[in-house]
């Protein structure tokens, strides 16, 4: 339990991701770079701050907190600009800003053990044990971090309670066989069934985590599929019936059909970031109605949403 | 298309013309009431108070609506609020030009009937509860009176109620079985020995009371039978004589069918609103009393149940047309003129199993129907409670106003059970009002007490050296003041010892508000319908009950708790701030850019109560068991009078309170700003609890919950999306049934109305006539909020998933 690992995020009375009440750990830090993430304070393995325009004042206490000089007051706007080169994390700033009744400082990223994890995802283990719940690891991508989140699924399993982790696969052999070794679920992402769109998409090769899915099916696991639907990326006729038929070769008998929302949207902004995908609207849940019929063909359970 | 189905006609129209119905004040009573009183001035004040009462059911109008099946009205207009000079006039005369023009609970007067409120005003000086009252008050408590630091005005300007009578005996023995009781009684009695005289006294009245009672039922079944001759629809007709068919049978009789049994109950819940203005005056567990008579009526084809369904809508709505009027203060604490009046279906027979029956979803699906703020439905959950019962009462909860709250067998039963209650009576417990509990036919009155202790507020003057810090009048003995506090250790020392003062204090106050009571306004019929007044020969309130156990209501636990830990963390172990910095923002109401820095410390580096954190809820718990250890150890007016108890013990039904004790209350270590609401009950404080409702349940589950009987209420806000889909509701049943089963909750209820709809209330009151909110442990209708009142519901936490 001396572990530790980057959260970002520990989430109670989840009740989408998996069975029953669960909590969900967010994990920082993904190999992937989508151009949709929504979640793009979740991307680096490192300690970021986030500052929320609409909540500061521009009284710069910022400014003068970090000890390594890194924050000065934009000239025209006033807000404080980051060299995020000198950011230590040390959380200085954090701790000075007052906001304007809430901080518009944030830290996103705080290096837990596994013993703080597993103490945290235990209080409401009443709740998991009388839903058939648990707890999901998400992130980013959690299986990065094995060493951290393998003795707490270990130790949850030994208590009787379901672990499930939601995965995009993209990691080595070992530490999906790490993986396989203590996740009763595996929520597993998959972005496209066209390798060479999944590069352009992920920036990441589709074969190894083909090979991943594999090695968790023979194993036995249970594996729901995910797909996040991304407008002129993966949302055709024929993306469906491209989808429908590698989930069928596979065997995978699951899949969840994810709209694209823009919830993510005002964190690119306080990360400072820019985002590829601003303005693009959000796809209704009925807009999916068409790609579940036609994966209904190949696939026994489709459904929209988580 | 409501799920639960459409209303009949009539009813729709009934409903439609209450809720158009202006609430007035009627004077009618308070006339009848003094020509008595004056008549009856050399009486004996209990049968003065039985011939007070009387006249009033002899004279007052009465009237049967066209779509009504039940008969009997309070005052002359549905909606009205009845005069009740006996208990305090002064307000009444003093606020007669402003009841119309209130932010919330507006009432109307007459033009020409103000001068006669005036007279009847200057009968009553010095003769009223309140005169009474106040005048028996020692100087030293008067302070808390008056500062409201401990508020106890409703005590003794109205009268107790809280409590459900014996409905079960009186539909399967008729009045006239508890009449052959007094007899009987009275028979016994030795006039020689003194103390038999009161009694004597008590037994008179209460005949009194019954036989104007049923002749009061008899004027119904006359009136009904004279508006036959007259009707013209030969259905109407039929019904009408049958209605005088009724009021000539019941409730003198044993009731002979599910209608009699409705009627029956009617009439004496009626005649108790007739004989005093306590409110939360309850049904009990009318799904087990009426449950036999249902069964025998569908069997004989006597009802369906779509008929049986609609004589209860029927009743409801009877049950909505009761009215009463608070004083301006009062009604701050009680906002949204509610009545409180309780039904409680499900829970556990006497035996333990589950008693759910076909009446106890009828009750569902005809509340459900009606949506309106009365009657308050409560559901008594425990382990064995169905799944399908559960999933029908989410289909209640997921329209949105508030019902039902459900109240956790699994913990009440064992807590009355410690407490000297009998295991059958424990099983048979109701929810009173909101979420206390009693049990029915055999509780005294008032079984919250009467006082709500402002618990942040004497944290302040503790801090302050005993000084309150709203008025700068002392209300505590010296005690150090913060700023030459050492340690943490020694500041809860502080508050251990103020806590114990705290509960001397408001149970002084109880006794001398129930001692006043005792003499000058005892309830006869309710006594006659509670075990065993009539075999002792004594009142309610001179210990006639079978059990009488009384709590208080504590205020503010949570921001209590919250600004205990953010002294503690803050200042004693972290340094962040100096004592100096934390008084001074303090007093200056975290006023200016230091202030705010201050504030934003306290806020921000310490835990918050209600997000499943130790190091605050263990604070919270252990400054609450401060007070909650030492109440029990007090002895209420029946102590050694015949009552089971005749104790204390801790409550948190805190109604709406929370809003103008916040109001009086400065700037609390928590950040709450000076005069904004304090938490509710034990809810959190809004807005805090940000790790979502198993959280909130964790934090709730570590208050000494089996000392704290009165009730521990739990307001949560939903948002609508959790209960769409059969699968999510199943999820939030889990976590209701982890509560109680696994957590010891004592209750639980919500509220899924949208932020958006409320906010759109707000601009467009009158199209949202009928939307019905949580206040806290009870519904009212949005419009008739204060707007402070309102916008604090807005503001509680909502969760979504």
Known sequence: MEHTGLVFNIQKFCIHDGPGIRTTVFLKGCPLKCRWCANPESQLEKSQLMLDRRKCVRCHRCVAACPNGGIRPDSKTGYPVFDRELCQSCGSCVNACLGNGEKALTMEGQRMTAGEVLKEVLKDEVFYKSSGGGVTFSGGEPLKQMDFIKPIAKELRKRGIHTACETAGYVTEEEMKEAVSCMDLFLFDMKHYNGEKHLEGTEAEQENILNNLSLILDSGCKVISRIPVIPGFNNEEADAHGFGRLLKSLGLREVHLLPFHQFGEGKYEQLGITYQMAGIPSMKPEELTGMKEIMEQYVERVQIGG | ?801
């Open chain 2, 1 to 801: 298309m409501n799920y639960f189905g459409e209303s009949t006609k009539r009813i729709q129209s009934f409903r439609e013309e209450l809720l158009n119905a202006k609430a007035y004040i009627s004077v009618e009573r308070g006339i009848l009431y003094t020509q008595a009183h004056r008549e009856h001035r050399d009486c004996p004040i209990i049968l003065q108070r039985a011939h007070c009462v009387a006249r009033v059911l002899r004279d007052m109008k009465i009237f049967i609506e066209d779509q009504t099946l039940i008969a009997g009205n309070q005052a002359e207009y549905n909606r009205a609020a009845p005069l009740f000079p006996e208990y305090a006039m002064d307000w009444v005369v003093e606020e007669l030009d402003t009841f119309e023009k209130r932010d919330g609970d507006v009432f109307y007067v007459k033009e020409e009937e103000k001068e006669v409120i005036r007279e009847i005003g200057k009968y009553w000086d010095k003769l009223t509860l309140k005169d009474k009252g106040l005048a028996a008050l020692p100087p030293e408590l008067r302070t808390i009176y008056d500062l409201g630091i401990i508020k106890m005005e409703g005590s003794i300007t109205s009268g107790d109620a809280h409590l459900a009578v014996n409905y079960d005996k009186l539909i399967q023995k008729g009045l006239g079985y508890f009449r052959d009781q007094v007899l009987e009684h009275r028979e016994k009695l030795d006039l020689t020995d003194c103390s038999s005289l009161e009694k004597r006294y008590f037994y008179d009245a209460s005949l009194i009371m019954i036989d104007s009672t049923v002749a009061f039922a008899h004027r119904f079944s006359s009136l009904a039978s004279e508006m036959a001759e007259r009707e013209q629809n030969e259905e109407r007709k039929k019904e009408l004589l049958r209605i005088s068919q009724i009021c000539k049978r019941v409730p003198q009789l044993p009731a002979a069918s599910f209608w009699e049994a409705l009627q029956s109950i009617w009439l004496i819940h009626l005649v108790l609103q007739i004989e005093s203005n306590g409110h939360s005056l309850s049904y009990g567990r009318l799904d087990q009393y009426l449950a036999p008579f249902y069964r025998k009526d569908l069997e004989q084809g006597v009802v369906t149940e779509e008929s049986a369904c609609e004589l209860l809508e029927n009743f409801w709505l009877k049950t909505f047309t009761i009215n009463k009027v608070r004083s301006w203060a009062h009604t701050q604490f009680s906002a949204g003129s509610p009545l409180y009046q309780n039904v409680t279906v499900g829970g556990q027979d006497e035996n333990g199993e589950d008693a759910t029956n076909p009446v106890s979803w009828l009750i569902l699906k005809s509340v459900a129907r009606l949506r309106l703020p009365q009657p308050n439905l409560t559901v008594r959950y425990h382990r064995g409670l169905p799944q399908d019962f559960m999933r029908e009462c989410m289909q209640v909860v997921s329209l949105g106003f508030g019902m039902p709250a459900f109240n956790n067998d699994e913990v009440i039963i064992p807590s009355f059970v410690e407490k000297g209650v009998r295991l059958e009576d424990a099983r048979s417990y109701s929810a009173i009002g909101c979420v206390e509990v009693a049990v029915p036919g055999k509780w005294g009155y008032r079984c919250t007490g009467m006082s709500f202790s402002n618990l942040p507020r004497f944290l302040l003057a503790m801090m302050n050296g005993g000084v309150d810090m709203t008025s700068g009048i002392r209300v505590l003995p010296p005690c150090k003041p913060f700023l030459e506090v050492e340690s943490y250790e020694e500041l809860f020392e502080e508050w251990q010892g103020t806590a114990k003062k705290i509960a001397a204090m408001s149970v002084m106050l109880d006794n001398y508000a129930d001692t006043v009571i005792e003499k000058e306004t005892p309830d006869i019929l309710c006594s006659v319908l509670v075990d065993d007044c009539v075999k002792r020969g004594l009142h309610l309130k001179s210990g006639g009950a079978v059990y009488d156990f009384i709590s208080g209501l504590q205020v503010g636990i949570a921001n209590l708790g919250d600004s205990l830990a953010a002294l503690k963390r803050c200042v004693f172990e972290e340094e962040l701030l100096s004592k100096e910095e934390v008084w001074d923002a303090l007093v200056h109401n975290f006023e200016g850019e230091e202030g705010e820095r201050v504030r934003q410390i306290l806020i921000q580096n310490a835990p918050k109560y209600g997000n499943d954190d130790d190091y605050v809820d263990r604070i919270t718990s252990d400054a609450y068991n401060a007070f909650v250890q030492e109440i029990i150890k007090y002895k209420n007016t029946r102590y050694g009078r015949g009552p089971i108890g005749g104790m204390y013990y801790a409550g948190t039904s805190s109604i709406s309170a929370n809003v103008p004790q916040g109001g009086m209350t400065m700037a609390t270590p928590d950040g709450r700003k000076a005069k904004s609401p304090l938490a509710e009950g034990c809810s959190p404080q809004h807005g805090v609890d940000v790790h979502g409702p198993t959280s909130v349940f964790k934090s709730v589950s570590k208050l000494p919950t089996h000392q704290i009987t009165g009730g521990v209420l739990l307001n949560q806000k939903m948002n609508h999306s959790v209960l769409e889909s059969e699968k999510d509701t199943d999820k939030l049943i889990s976590i209701i049934r982890t509560f109680f089963d696994s957590l010891e909750g004592f209750h639980v209820q919500y509220n899924v109305v949208s932020r958006e709809t409320m906010r759109a209330a707000q601009k467009h009151p009158e199209e949202y006539r009928d939307l019905v909110v949580r206040v806290a442990g009870y519904s009212a209708f949005f419009n008739s909020l204060s707007r402070q009142t309102q916008d604090d519901i807005i503001e509680r936490t909502e969760h979504t998933v």
